[in-house]
């Protein structure tokens, strides 16, 4: 797969997902209105980290309908690196047969080299989603302010969509309601 530049400091690749999840056709016309049906598209922010598969769930239970398309964007430090991008791209693919089994939604994956605060903020003013949805690292206030934040980074710079932050899993919370 070759790498694309759009920018010198923006480099992504796409990631080519299973073929078991079926390619879903556009919506046809709605009878009555002669209007297509579009559904919304949702940005999620993932890594390897717990935290992150816990706001993906939480956006395919809380916020998925069916005719959506979540865009999965995993940034990194280099996207020629083949062992940071195999294992990007088998965390996606899982992710991806997740989002078909629970909630019926067409997936797209890009993993994207860059700092993670832009890459996502870039990523959102491309794709213009309903929504960004991102986790926390679970660290306190104090380490917050001291070290920065990727997601109060997105919370404060994302402009084209709302930013999301869905909060760390507590050791003995199971549920995600």
Known sequence: ME??????????REVKLPLLIPV????????????????RDILVAIDHAPNSKHAFDWALIHLCRLSDTIHLIHAVSSVQN??????SQQLMEKLAVDALQVAMVR????????DAGKVICNEAERIKPAAVVMSTRGRSLVQSVLQGSVSEYCFHHCKSAPVIIVP??????????
């Open 24 to 39: 879903i056709p556009e919506p046809g016309l709605e009878r009555e209105t002669g209007e297509r049906r579009r559904g």
């Open 107 to 114: 997936t797209v994956a890009r993993i994207v080299q860059g």
């Open 82 to 87: 083949t062992v940071v991008y195999e294992t």
């Open 168 to 177: 760390g899993k507590e050791d003995g919370d199971e549920s995600l309601i």
């Open 3 to 12: 790498t694309l530049q759009e920018d010198e400091e923006y480099n992504w």
